[in-house]
């Protein structure tokens, strides 16, 4: 059958991270029209992605990149915007009016462009969770003032918007949260000690970036998801049920007051992800892999062990306290995971200097601005480098 359904088209922020190059192969695989992409400073990659798909603009937040890149362009029309400034000054471009903006930059820097992207008025397709756990119901209401969905990127949360199509919000009971475990699962914290970078890099099921893959090691993730889903999904932490699912082909699930439980399966492939965000409320011809179900033979489900992975249990302590809790949290664990991969801090090290750093700010359950947001972001940050400069570097 032949699929006649043209597509928006689509501006993709962090486009050399692996959200962002798997969104660029969802866009050329359904003939969706790329006009901007943004990066860090990965200048090499963003020009060969601008002219391979002759984008209108190109930022990147490193001012010295943009520089690079703007010589490296010269001979094209291609505008070149800098710092994050110059992100948030393109997103607010319109190049088309449907637009969609994949934003999966990495970590807190990606608030301000989510902030920008939904002021601008366009659609949002999420990667970047770190939006919804620093800043959610700033995030949340201005998506609503502005009559704008988010469309989710993260594998469970859009497990979790297709199974929506089942009922509606009001008839959610709970939602199952499915987690992998990481390549860690089972261990306790002495074992956990010993980790190294090399073996937490490698994860079991998703091809991820380091920050993820960490976080996903630690279920940190995990933790940050169920803050994602309380607000996009506007239901409380205790809704939310967190599964040990090894296989990563149940993304999650929607049980609903009838007790019906509606489930998104799929092989773990982020691309379709990015593909339902971008096509909804259409689907599109698969760009990954059927299902064989008979291959995987069973499924199997477990509580996560919330004593050892003391993280996800904090996340959801964070998010029942509400506030800039989540935002502290997330500034401490960001500190904490550059310092591990430095080779600065031990694995075990994570969980003790995010903890400390949250307990030593109580009073981050009171905000009443973005910019109490973003200073509990800074102040979370020069209290996790104390910590850490106290802890005594590793190497
Ligand atoms: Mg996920």
């Known amino acids: ?85 110059g992100i948030c000054e393109m997103v607010a471009q319109f190049y088309d009016e449907n637009e969609v903006v994949v934003n999966s930059v990495i970590g807190e820097a990606g608030l301000r462009p989510t902030l920008a992207i939904l002021s601008a008025g366009k659609r949002l397709a999420l990667a970047n969770k770190e939006s919804l756990v620093c800043a959610g119901e700033f995030v949340m209401k201005l998506a609503e003032a502005k009559k704008l969905d988010i469309l989710p990127v993260d594998s469970e949360h859009s497990a979790i918007f297709q199974a929506l199509r089942s009922g509606s919000q009001k008839e959610i009971k709970r939602i199952l949260l499915t987690a992998s475990g990481g390549p860690f699962y089972g261990m306790k914290r002495d074992g956990l000690s010993e980790i190294t970078v090399e073996r937490a890099l490698a994860h079991p099921t998703w091809n ?74 259409h689907r599109a011809e698969a760009v990954i892999p059927p299902l064989d179900l008979t291959a995987v033979g069973k499924l199997t489900f477990a509580h996560p062990d919330t004593e050892t992975f003391v993280l996800l249990q904090a ?75 106290k802890r005594g570097a590793i190497c």
């Open 1 to 85: 059958m032949i699929n006649n359904t043209v597509y928006p088209s689509v501006s993709i922020l962090g486009s050399t991270g692996s959200v962002g190059e798997q969104a660029i192969d969802v866009a050329r695989c359904n003939g969706i029209r790329v006009n901007c992409l943004s990066a860090n400073r990965n200048v090499d990659r963003v020009e060969a992605q601008a002219r391979a798909l002759r984008v209108k603009a190109c930022a990147m937040a490193d001012r010295d990149a943009a520089k690079t890149l703007q010589i490296r362009l010269a001979d094209t029309e291609i505008k070149v915007y800098a710092g994050m400034e």
């Open 208 to 281: 991820m970036g380091a920050k993820i893959t960490i976080d996903s090691a630690t279920l940190m993730n995990k933790g940050f998801e169920v803050i994602e889903a309380v607000h996009l999904f506007n239901v409380v932490p205790e809704q939310i049920e967190v599964l040990v699912h090894r296989e990563s082909i149940m993304h999650s699930a929607i049980e609903y007051i009838d007790n019906s439980v509606i489930a998104q399966m799929s092989v773990p492939d982020m691309r379709l992800c990015v593909q339902y965000a971008l096509t909804h409320p």
């Open 315 to 389: 996340a959801i302590d964070a998010i029942r306290v509400g506030g800039a809790v989540p935002a502290v949290l997330n500034a401490a664990n960001e500190v904490a995971v550059s310092a591990f991969l430095e080779k600065r801090l031990d694995f075990v090290g994570i969980f003790d200097i995010v903890t400390q750093t949250v307990n030593a700010l109580p009073d981050a359950s009171r905000i009443y601005s973005m910019e109490d947001i973003f200073a509990f972001d800074g102040a979370a940050r020069s209290l996790a480098n104390e910590f850490l400069a």
